[in-house]
Nanobody, 122 residues
Framework: QVRLIESGGGLVQAGGSLRLSCEIS????????KGWFRQAPGKEREFVAA????????YYLDSVKGRFTISRDNAKNMVYLQMNNLKPEDTAVYYC???????????????WGQGTQVTVSS
C-alpha cells in the first residue's frame, strides 16, 4: 500500500509563492514517477507537472512553465512543487500522484493523495 500526503497549500496573493510537499510512504522502494494534478471548482482535473524517478524526464503544463518547478528527494520519499508568481487561475485543489511511468494522463497514475487547497487572491 502506498500513501501520499500533501501539505503546503494555503491562501496567497497574486504574484506570491507557495511550496507544496508530498510525503510518500509504503512501498517506497519502487521507482515511481511522481507528479501533480489540480482541479478547480467546476473544471476538469488538469495535469500540472511530473518527474521521472531519476529526474531526467520532467513535464509541465504550458501555463505553469517558468513559474512552477517540480523536484524530488528520493532518499526522503518526497516530491515538491515550488509555485512562483501565482495567478488567480492557479486556484485549485492540488493532488500528488505516483505511478510506474511518467505521463500527463491522470488515469495512468496508480496512487493519489487527498489534495491540498491553493487559493490565489487577486
Amino acid at each position: 500500500q502506498v500513501r501520499l500526503i500533501e501539505s503546503g497549500g494555503g491562501l496567497v496573493q497574486a504574484g506570491g509563492s507557495l511550496r507544496l510537499s508530498c510525503e510518500i510512504s509504503g512501498r517506497t522502494f519502487t521507482p515511481y514517477s511522481k507528479g501533480w494534478f489540480r482541479q478547480a471548482p467546476g473544471k476538469e482535473r488538469e495535469f500540472v507537472a511530473a518527474s521521472s524517478w531519476s529526474g531526467t524526464a520532467i513535464y509541465y503544463l504550458d501555463s505553469v512553465k517558468g513559474r512552477f518547478t517540480i523536484s524530488r528527494d528520493n532518499a526522503k520519499n518526497m516530491v515538491y512543487l515550488q509555485m512562483n508568481n501565482l495567478k488567480p487561475e492557479d486556484t485549485a485543489v492540488y493532488y500528488c500522484v505516483a505511478g510506474r511511468r511518467i505521463c500527463r494522463r491522470g488515469d495512468d497514475y496508480d496512487y493519489w493523495g487527498q489534495g491540498t487547497q491553493v487559493t490565489v487572491s487577486s
